[in-house]
């Protein structure tokens, strides 16, 4: 029983793993099955690079706006932190597409450890599977949420001037009259929407990884803790090996082990040889997503610490706005007649 509820839990992680591959495959991001037809994936490749297109272009018109308003800071940090969320975008979607195969074999390799791991149960397997996929979801589908509200509100809800474009950006033609307005309309549009659906897309599949390093090391830790306890044959139907620990073991004060338990046991190096053969795989497994992912951490890192300067640089700007603008009415409403 054991094993077939930990087959069903890391199915699941399958199967949510799939569905974020799923989010970047509609955008044109990943990459369409090995069994479609030669013309649709044609189509495919084509339409990969007018979204990588469009993007970048969207890119080069924020930074174009930025250089030319280098004497309005206001513009210049309103347009400084879309720049830096597009650019994380755009650095985490080439990583994907140049490592696209090897993530998806780390993601068949981290499950397939934790299959192997599983087949010798302890009976905590399953709560730190439930725990770790509950986490897992409630990131994803919350962050969902959190996403499609963004994209509502940057295309809709903000409030823009007459033939004014939802983000501030200088294209090469006039965005306030119709064809140039619909077309800058829809690279926005088209941007914002792929952008926000490939970092969601993107970060839950990095999020899910990262679930399975500390699922593994969970039950890794408790394995270990347990290799001095006898194996007990379980009961139910389908004969899986249960191990428990006995009273001796239990009642050992710090010791994880009783030394008079262990000695002259085999099944005691068995054990242990298997979880340092289970933590040495995990190992291997870090240093690939390491390899991978290190770099676009690392750019995420440095575009989260922008944004955050730049927001708090334009709230000083915006505070120090307002105050001029009280001190000026009420310099008027002393020395202006007819002004209280």
């Not at 941007?191 to 890794?220: K, P, R």
């Not at 979880?275 to 992912?293: I, K, P, T, W, Y």
């Not at 951490?297 to 708090?312: K, R, W």
Request: net charge neutral; hydrophobic share 40%.
């Amino acid at each position: 029983m054991p094993r077939r509820i930990a087959a069903g839990c890391l199915d699941k992680f399958r199967k949510l793993s799939a569905l974020h591959t799923t989010y970047l495959k509609y955008i044109g991001l990943w990459a369409l099955d090995s069994n479609s037809s030669v013309t649709l994936k044609y189509l495919y490749f084509v339409y990969n690079k007018v979204i990588l297109t469009i993007m970048f272009a969207f890119a080069i018109t924020l930074l174009a706006d930025i250089c030319s308003s280098f004497d309005d800071l206001s513009i210049v940090t309103d347009d400084g932190c879309i720049f830096a969320g597009i650019t994380v975008v755009l650095f985490k979607v080439m990583i994907g597409q140049f490592y696209r195969e090897k993530i998806a074999r780390l993601l068949c390799k981290t499950i397939d450890n934790c299959h192997r791991l599983c087949k010798f149960p302890t009976g905590d397997e399953e709560e730190i599977l439930d725990k770790y996929l509950l986490i897992s979801r409630v990131t994803f589908y919350g962050f969902s949420t959190l996403g499609f509200c963004l994209v509502l509100a940057l295309l809709f809800l903000v409030p823009v001037e007459n033939g004014g474009l939802p983000v501030r950006a200088r294209y090469p033609f006039d965005t306030t009259r119709y064809p140039g307005h619909a077309v800058g309309y829809f690279v926005e549009a088209c941007s914002v929407s792929v952008g926000i659906t490939a970092i969601i897309g993107m970060d839950s599949l990095h999020t899910n990884l990262c679930n399975l390093f500390l699922v593994q090391l969970e039950i890794l830790n408790a394995h270990f803790s347990k290799c001095g306890a006898p194996a007990v044959a379980d009961s139910r139907a389908d004969g899986d090996t249960h191990y428990a620990i006995p009273s001796t073991i239990e009642t050992g004060g710090k010791d994880n082990y009783d030394p008079d338990a262990i000695l002259g046991r085999d099944d005691f190096a068995e054990r242990l040889r298997r979880s340092v053969r289970g933590h040495q795989r995990l190992g291997a497994l870090m240093d690939d997503f390491n390899e991978m992912f290190s770099a676009g951490m690392f750019v995420q890192m440095l575009s989260s610490t922008s944004m955050i300067c730049l927001t708090g640089f334009q709230a000083t700007l915006v505070s120090r706005d307002k105050s001029k603008c009280r001190g000026q009415i009420v310099i008027e409403s002393r020395f202006v007649p007819g002004r209280s």
